[in-house]
């Protein structure tokens, strides 16, 4: 069984470039997290969604950052003009059911670092 | 708003002692709760979850812990370390009454080093 794959592992921008990380959840998982994690913190909640709908956004700026998780394919967190504060390490997590009941299954993380 | 504090940001025992990891949370209603480990350049991998059944609860890697209301408390505990426990522990919670808005609040992490 494979687990929560997110790619790429690494990922280098220079500032005012744009970023998409990608997050393919575990088979039979149709709920997706972003999560990100700063230096020396806890992850911090983005945006919740099942295919084709996003359910809480309430951790995600207001600009810049958007997510979408299509019928086919991957889940992507898409960074526009991306600056050096979003320099961190984002989690993808994928459950079967909504949280409580099936525990969340996490990804290795995609590094973001901003030159 | 839920919130998670994990005290101290860092924890060293010796190989073979006690590890106590504690974590308390503020929420209105009983949460469910999780304690994670993460390994350097790893993602989140799950120890143990409490989700209203039995309060003390088993996780792997020899881990429990013990969901104490009074005390809104879900301290980690491992009876004797092990050099592989040296990584970083992160304990969550989720509301379960918040329907489909189920995103994990997480403490900020404590390192736990084991001396040989």
């Known amino acids: 069984n494979a687990g929560v794959m997110q790619n790429p592992r690494h990922l280098v921008r220079r500032r005012g470039q744009e970023a998409r990380l990608r997050c393919s959840p575990m088979k039979g998982h149709s709920h997706v997290y972003w999560y990100r994690q700063l230096p020396e913190e806890g992850l911090k909640f983005m945006v919740y969604?099942?295919?084709?709908?996003?359910?809480?956004e309430s951790g995600m700026p207001k600009e810049r950052f958007s997510a979408e998780f299509p019928k086919e394919g991957p889940s992507i967190l898409r960074i526009q003009q991306v600056v050096r504060g979003d320099s961190a390490a984002y989690f993808c997590?994928?459950?079967?059911?909504?949280?409580?009941?099936?525990?969340?299954?996490f990804g290795d993380g995609t590094r973001l670092s901003i030159l | 708003a839920q919130s998670v504090t994990q005290l101290g940001s860092h924890v060293s025992v010796s190989e073979g002692a006690l590890v106590l990891l504690r974590c308390n949370y503020s929420?209105?209603?009983?949460?469910?709760l999780f304690w994670y480990v993460q390994y350097p350049n790893q993602g989140l991998q799950l120890l143990l979850k409490?989700?209203?059944?039995?309060?003390l609860v088993k996780g792997i890697n020899g881990f429990e812990a013990e969901f104490k209301k009074s005390e809104t408390s879900f301290h980690l505990t491992k009876p004797s370390a092990h050099m592989s426990d040296a990584a970083e522990y992160f304990c969550a919670v989720s509301d379960p009454d918040t329907g489909a808005n189920s995103k994990l609040t997480f403490g900020k992490g404590i390192t736990l080093s084991v001396r040989p």
């Open positions: 409490y989700t209203s059944a039995a309060t």
């Open positions: 969604l099942q295919k084709e709908n996003i359910i809480d």
């Open positions: 929420s209105s209603v009983p949460p469910y």
């Open positions: 997590a994928s459950s079967p059911t909504r949280t409580g009941v099936q525990p969340q299954h």
